[in-house]
């Protein structure tokens, strides 16, 4: 993975709320993408709350350049509302002196994907957990690391073990960008080609491009 990409860590001063936000922008885009989306929402908005009672529609509009904009929007709604009927605020720094388990599942009454579960976790509460969306366990799956049945449960067993905590961050964020680029075009000639070097047997896992029924006379 890193003959193709370059490790990417978190920012060490950004909040947890931020960590939040920004891992409902990054599930499934490049990290270009999802720092774009976030400094927008924090420059054209007035603050948090602005964001929350704004329409999906209209985030979307301003987070177009991520793979899928209105799911992104809506998860970032999602999140923003159910934390702030916990809370009363947009304050989660609370999250970081709970108990780790305590405070995951505390992420997951907010309505967050496992994805943003496992990013907060890792990104803001400093535990070992590698956060994998649908690109990156799509790779998985071609890779024949793990099955189709796992992918969908959106469980990678053994990960955490095969990966140490010391290079949790740097693993988790190499296999998201080659997620994020096969998500982005599966049938890409550069992508296929990494794919098969990390596993030559993996070309037969590969999608297949849907073949055109020819009409009959």
């Known amino acids: 993975l890193k003959k193709h990409y370059t490790p990417i860590a ?3 001063d950004r909040s947890v709320l931020e960590t939040m936000v920004y891992a409902c922008c990054l599930e499934n885009a490049p990290y270009e993408a999802a720092d774009d989306a976030l400094a927008k929402l924090q420059e054209l908005f007035f603050d948090w709350n602005e964001v929350r009672v704004t329409s999906v529609t209209e985030l979307a509009e301003m987070i177009d350049a991520l793979t899928d904009p209105r799911a992104s929007a809506t998860n970032v709604k999602r999140c923003l509302q159910m934390s702030f009927e916990t809370h009363y605020s947009f304050d989660l720094e609370s999250l970081r002196k709970q108990n780790l388990g305590k405070a995951t ?3 997951e009454k907010y309505g967050a994907s496992p994805f943003v579960v496992s990013y907060m ?4 509460l400093g535990g070992h957990s590698i956060p994998l969306d649908k690109g990156a366990l799509s790779i998985l799956v071609v890779l024949g690391a793990i099955t189709e049945a796992e992918a969908a449960k959106h469980t990678a067993p053994g990960l955490e073990r095969a990966i140490s905590k010391s290079k949790g961050v740097e693993f988790g964020s190499l296999l998201h960008q080659l997620g994020a680029d096969f998500i982005a075009s599966p049938h890409s000639p550069n992508v296929r080609k990494f794919v098969q070097e990390i596993d030559p047997e993996a070309k037969d896992r590969l999608p297949k491009r849907a073949t ?3 009409k009959k006379a």
């Open 10 to 12: 978190p920012p060490p």
């Open 105 to 107: 599942k505390q992420i």
């Open 121 to 124: 976790t890792q990104a803001a």
């Open 212 to 214: 055109k029924k020819k």
